[in-house]
């Protein structure tokens, strides 16, 4: 049911850069602040970045946020291997049928 | 520190029911509208509910309209999650989540905590 598309997986080697891409619509990133969470494997999701880029205290700055249009984008630099984890995006729809939260499909990081 | 602590998970058949409770502390409850978020074994996140803070307006995705119902008791400090009609398709953990709406528009932006989950089950 999710409505916005990430890539299932990305992986890269120690210290390298992924980016995770995540899709809407108008309806939803189009016009909402996105937010991105990251789930370490058996742990609740914790937030990593809002407002589409903006870092909460104790977040390191390898990680960043974007937005254009219909589409945001989480980076992250310097990958360390306890950034395995699970990403998702998120943001809110504001169509008749959808109106409510929305998430990403997920997105697995593997450091290789 | 704030906390969300839910309780209430368990295994129920298909058609029951069952109440989730969430119970916060570290934070003034009652200023922060309050979600439900939940993860099926293996799946992504889905959003499930959502209240605000003096509970005026009350919001439900699709998949639960009808069966599940949101509530708060600000005094207590707690979220609640009645869920009847059960179904498999509800197996899943149920996380607590509060709302931060943006400063300027009051149009929700983030979760910025979460509880630990509790796991219902649905099976027969």
């Known amino acids: 049911q999710s409505v916005l598309t990430q890539p299932p997986s990305v992986s890269a080697a120690p210290g390298q850069k992924v980016t995770i891409s995540c899709s809407g619509s108008s309806s939803n990133i189009g016009n909402n602040y996105v937010s991105w969470y990251q789930q370490l494997p058996g742990t609740a999701p914790k937030l990593l970045i809002y407002d589409n880029n903006k870092r909460p205290s104790g977040i390191p700055d390898r990680f960043s946020g974007s937005k254009s249009g219909t589409s945001a984008t989480l980076g992250i630099t310097g990958l360390q291997t306890g950034d395995e984890a699970d990403y998702y995006c998120?943001?809110?729809?504001?169509?008749?049928?959808?109106?409510?939260?929305?998430f990403g499909t997920g997105t697995k990081v593997t450091v290789l | 520190e704030v906390q969300l602590v839910e309780s209430g998970g368990g295994l129920v058949k298909p058609g029951g029911s069952l109440r989730l409770s969430c119970a916060a502390s570290g934070f003034t409850f009652s200023s922060y509208n309050m979600n439900w978020v939940r993860q099926a074994p293996g799946k992504g996140l889905e959003w499930v509910s959502s209240?605000?803070?003096?509970?005026?307006?009350?919001y439900y995705a699709d998949s639960v309209k009808g069966r599940f119902t949101i509530s708060r008791d600000n005094a207590k400090n707690s979220l609640y999650l009645q869920m009847n009609s059960l179904r498999a398709e509800d197996t899943a953990v149920y996380y607590c989540?509060?709302?931060?709406?943006?400063?300027?528009?009051?149009?929700?932006?983030?979760?910025?905590?979460w509880g630990q989950g509790t796991l219902v089950t649905v099976s027969s």
């Open positions: 998120g943001t809110w729809d504001s169509s008749l049928s959808a109106g409510g939260g929305v």
């Open positions: 209240i605000s803070s003096s509970s005026s307006y009350i």
């Open positions: 989540a509060r709302e931060i709406q943006d400063f300027w528009s009051g149009v929700p932006s983030y979760f910025d905590y």
